[in-house]
């Protein structure tokens, strides 16, 4: 929390339990203060963001909505979590939630408030099943790079001087609530990533193995080593027992020296998945900036870098097939859930395919658009192949050039399974690393409320 500013605003106290009793018959009052007309906004920022902005939009922010409202994600640490300071105000149906950051920052605020319903509600009751469903919604600042979530609900492609003043904390009351489909993702290496590897991982993947680790594993051991046959100790991967031991000596049946790696990953994410010439030249460019700040100073300067690392590394200025970006097929299998069955069907991968994309929202890499169907909230991800080089002029950047450019799309799913044969890199919601060998798993996680502006939305009651 940033106590610079003294705030501008009048603090009220408020009992929510009348307020609670017309939306949420079952919701306990609550009493805590309201810096919002009859409303409590919580703000989130990391006061190094911004592009230097951080510290004076953190001021800012303490000037409109009070000290004890705003909160530095660069001071966290144990107490002093966002689920820490969300969990006193889950219980009222007048708290909004506004993250001020980039599209990392919208995915750790969102998995920080799951950390609040397991703690309300226990770790077996979704959150769509209970009185909460509609509770701590989630507002957007834009202040990363690509912002893709923050455009898709009408909060803005970039950050402007607007949204340091009382307009913006208006928005955020008057914004009706959308529900936002979450996907799981479970990453189960052959074998350890190197320590430079693994730095690389992104934080949403940090996260502790959930409690059916074995469950989903037992299942990624199944999707392939059922047609793979049987391993070398003559046991069906189908019939297996699957604890941790087993989960230490092997994934899949029919894979030589192919041992499961105690590092498996498993985390959440909002827009996107992505493995190939897209992750390729996002990892390159985030390498150049994490070694070289000093080169990326301004929004401009760093969409003209992403255009560069597009094409040489994306391949555009490739005279050469060799000089290309290594081909997936024969390298990388897809499956993914039928219809209307639970059975897993393999999609057949086009002769130069160079990149997968699991998209969850229609805004990718900076507000490109790759396809004309699909939502939010259908519990669907939509299945692309980057094949042509149109789509690797999108990988690298390019795509506002190209807005009428749109991608077939391959299947529409609830899970997706995933093996790949070599490294590659991989991202999600544009955060890269480069993968070993293994299998990943992406399935639906559940439905989150986000806030999305509309001018039209001006009445005072929860969404």
């Known amino acids: 929390m940033d106590d610079a ?12 339990a009348d307020e609670a009793k017309v ?62 300071n969300l969990l006193p105000l889950a219980k ?3 708290v909004r939630v506004l993250a001020c950051g980039g599209d990392g920052t919208m995915g750790w605020i969102l998995s920080s408030i799951d950390a609040v319903w397991r703690q309300v509600l226990g770790p077996d009751v979704p959150l769509e099943e209970s009185a909460y469903k509609g509770h701590l919604p989630l507002a957007m600042m834009p202040l990363g790079t690509g912002n893709d979530l923050s455009r898709s609900f009408n909060w803005g492609p970039t950050f402007s001087n607007n949204m340091r003043k009382k307009a913006m904390i208006t928005r955020v009351v008057q914004a009706s609530r959308h529900p936002l489909d979450r996907w799981r993702c479970v990453v189960v290496p052959f074998e350890g990533l190197s320590k430079d590897a ?28 059922e047609e793979e046959g049987e391993g070398e100790d003559g046991a069906s991967a189908k019939a297996a027992e699957v604890d941790d031991a087993s989960i230490r000596s092997s994934v899949i049946s029919g894979v030589d020296d192919a041992k499961a790696s105690t590092q498996s990953f498993d985390g959440v994410f909002c827009n996107y998945f992505s493995i190939g010439v897209d992750a390729k030249v996002a990892f390159s460019f985030h390498k150049e900036r994490e070694e070289f700040p000093q080169r990326f100073t301004s929004p401009l300067k760093n969409k003209l870098k992403y255009v560069q690392k597009g094409l040489t590394v994306g391949g555009m200025c490739s005279v050469r097939s060799s000089q290309l970006p290594a ?8 499956l993914v859930e039928a219809e209307d069955s639970d ?16 998209l969850n929202i229609q805004s990718y890499g900076g507000g490109n658009r790759f396809t004309n169907s699909g939502s939010c909230c259908d519990g669907l991800i939509e299945v ?20 009428f450019l749109r991608f077939k799309v391959r299947a529409q799913t609830s899970r997706v399974c995933i093996r790949i044969d070599e490294p590659f890199h991989c991202q999600v919601d544009g955060e890269p690393w ?22 039209s939305c001006c009445n005072g009651n929860p969404g």
């Open 92 to 94: 009222d149906p007048f």
């Open 434 to 455: 480069l993968q070993s060998p293994g299998i990943f798993q992406i399935s639906y996680f559940g439905r989150s409320p986000v806030l999305k502006w509309n001018k």
């Open 5 to 16: 500013g003294a705030p501008a605003i009048e603090l009220t106290k408020t009992d929510g």
């Open 327 to 334: 081909k997936l097929n024969g390298k990388v299998r897809v």
């Open 23 to 84: 939306k949420s018959p079952s919701v306990e009052a609550t009493t805590h203060l309201r810096n919002a007309d009859k409303w409590t906004v919580v703000a989130f920022l990391n006061s190094g963001s911004g592009g230097g902005m951080g510290r004076q939009i953190m001021s800012d922010m303490v000037s409109l909505l009070g000290s004890d409202f705003v909160f530095d994600l660069k001071k966290c640490g144990a107490g002093n979590m966002p689920e820490d």
């Open 343 to 358: 059975e897993l069907v393999e999609l057949k991968m086009p002769g130069h395919c160079r990149g997968i994309a699991l």
């Open 198 to 225: 693994r730095q690389w991982v992104p934080a949403m993947l940090g996260e502790k193995m959930r409690k059916n680790r074995a469950e989903s594993i037992r299942n990624l051991r199944t999707v392939f080593g």
């Open 384 to 403: 692309v192949f980057f094949t042509h080089p149109a789509g690797m002029a999108v990988c690298a950047g390019l795509g506002p050039l190209l807005p």
